[in-house]
């Protein structure tokens, strides 16, 4: 299994209170195709508030 150092990128789908994660979309070693999974993620869920992010820096982020 991949650790956090090998896949710092996380395209991740909030609750609707903003407060905690529902799902780990994707995680990715790459910031282009991470951004390239955020923005087919905000397409594919346009009412959901997605963010992208490493670590706990969010670099992204689609709030509805």
Same mark, same amino acid.
């Given at each position: 299994?991949?650790?956090?150092?090998?896949?710092? @990128?996380?395209?991740?789908?909030?609750?609707?209170?903003?407060?905690?994660?529902? !799902?780990?979309?994707? !995680?990715?070693?790459?910031?282009?195709?991470? !951004?390239? $999974? @955020?923005? $087919?993620?905000?397409?594919?869920?346009?009412?959901?508030?997605?963010?992208?992010?490493?670590?706990? !820096?969010?670099?992204?982020?689609?709030?509805?």
């Amino acid at each position: 299994m991949a650790t956090d150092d090998e896949l710092p @990128f996380k395209v991740e789908q909030w609750d609707r209170a903003g407060n905690q994660i529902e !799902r780990v979309i994707a !995680r990715t070693a790459n910031l282009i195709v991470g !951004r390239r $999974a @955020f923005e $087919a993620a905000c397409s594919q869920y346009p009412e959901a508030r997605i963010t992208l992010g490493q670590g706990i !820096r969010v670099i992204g982020e689609n709030c509805s």
